[in-house]
Nanobody, 119 residues
């Protein structure tokens, strides 16, 4: 079965950096676009970054120039490098993959990793 396991969250001061990892299993990782989402308290979950199977990248406007998404197909892992972190980046960060089966969309999520930006 599909499993996504995030790691790398923590407490960091404003201006600091963190690198999140998401280890994937149960599907052909290299054949799927991978996504990072986040959800702050009292807010809806929002898409942060996408990396396509060919390495194309898209970012939310709020993180452009500060966050970098990457993937290692040999390790079945997707990363999110977060630099110049701001208090408004505080959220639970989730890894996501969408797999279509029999014309039905299936969203898979990890358990999430907490990122807290505070002095």
């Amino acid at each position: 079965q599909v499993q996504l396991v995030e790691s790398g969250g923590g407490l960091v001061q404003p201006g600091g950096s963190l690198r999140l990892s998401c280890a994937a299993s149960g599907f052909t990782f290299r054949s799927y676009d991978m996504n990072w989402y986040r959800q702050a308290p009292g807010k809806e979950r929002e898409l942060v970054a996408i990396i396509t199977i060919s390495g194309g990248r898209n970012y939310a406007e709020s993180v452009k120039g500060r966050f970098t998404i990457s993937r290692d197909n040999a390790k079945n892992t997707v990363y999110l490098q977060m630099n110049n972190l701001k208090p408004e980046d505080t959220a639970v960060y989730y890894c996501n993959v969408v797999i279509w089966r029999s014309s039905r969309r299936n969203d898979y999520w990890g358990q999430g990793t907490q990122v807290t930006v505070s002095s």
